[in-house]
């Protein structure tokens, strides 16, 4: 099994920045992808950045350019890097993690509770 804990959401204003936290623990020796996803009243769950254990990123397109999604894998932790914050970034943010084990025979996915992220004036 594989916990996931958030930490860094808050209340920012437009043009500010947050940088979020996921610290995974339990069977975290093969964690491959690590990323984030973000849910709103008005959107359904969406991706926001992807990161594997290699180094491969995959960002959603309203964020390329403003947010930056890094790991250090050897504390197992990945964050996010929200900058050029705008209202529509407002959303629970979760944080995801993918393990594959046994020569990939064993997949399993990973959420955190959430943290949330508000950007108001």
């Not at 808050?10 to 964690?31: D, E, F, I, K, Q």
């Not at 973000?38 to 991706?47: A, F, G, T």
Request: charged share 15%; with cysteine; glycine share 14%.
């Amino acid at each position: 099994q594989v916990q996931l804990v958030e930490s860094g959401g808050g209340l920012v204003l437009p043009g500010g920045s947050l940088r979020l936290t996921c610290a995974a623990s339990g069977s975290t020796g093969s964690l491959d992808g690590m990323g984030w996803y973000r849910q709103s009243p008005l959107n359904e769950r969406e991706l926001v950045a992807t990161i594997t254990s290699g180094g491969h990123i995959n960002y959603a397109g309203s964020v390329k350019g403003r947010f930056t999604i890094s790991r250090d894998n050897a504390k197992h932790t990945v964050f996010l890097q929200m900058n050029s914050l705008n209202i529509e970034d407002t959303a629970v943010y979760y944080c995801h993690a993918q393990v594959v084990a046994f020569g990939g025979s064993y997949i399993r996915d990973y959420w955190g509770q959430g943290t949330q992220v508000t950007v108001s004036s």
